[in-house]
């Protein structure tokens, strides 16, 4: 079965920064297409940023230039480096991945009505004003 822990999560001033972390186990990590997706109080899960298995990478357009995703694959594991967060960043951070989704040309093909989508338990992050 897969799984995925995610750690790092926090509460932070605005312009704080954050490192998530997410660590797979049970599946071929190195042929999916990870990402971190968020959900804020009120609002639907979306996504953040993607990294597909060829080193593809997709931000969401609101957290561009300031957060960074990259992955470890001899550690099956991806990371998120958050820098200048926002109040609006504030929700439970969650990692995914699907084997069916991609990042082609910078544009993000993940449909969760599609396939399946394995999620992690979530971590919090919170942003202060």
């Known amino acids: 079965a897969v799984q995925l822990v995610e750690s790092g999560g926090g509460s932070v001033q605005a312009g704080g920064s954050l490192n998530l972390s997410c660590t797979a186990s049970?599946?071929?990590?190195?042929?999916?297409?990870m990402g971190w997706f968020r959900q804020g109080p009120g609002n639907e899960r979306e996504g953040v940023a993607v990294?597909?298995?060829?080193?593809?990478?997709w931000y969401g357009d609101s957290v561009k230039g300031r957060f960074t995703i990259s992955k470890d694959n001899d550690k099956s594991t991806i990371y998120l480096a958050m820098n200048d967060l926002k109040p609006e960043d504030t929700g439970m951070y969650y990692c995914?991945?699907?084997?069916?989704?991609?990042?082609?040309?910078?544009?993000?093909?993940?449909?969760?009505?599609?396939?399946?989508?394995?999620w992690g338990q979530g971590t919090q992050v919170t942003v202060s004003s």
């Open positions: 995914a991945a699907a084997d069916w989704a991609t990042v082609v040309t910078g544009k993000l093909y993940w449909d969760m009505k599609r396939g399946k989508t394995n």
């Open positions: 049970g599946y071929a990590y190195r042929s999916y297409c």
């Open positions: 990294i597909d298995s060829d080193g593809s990478i």
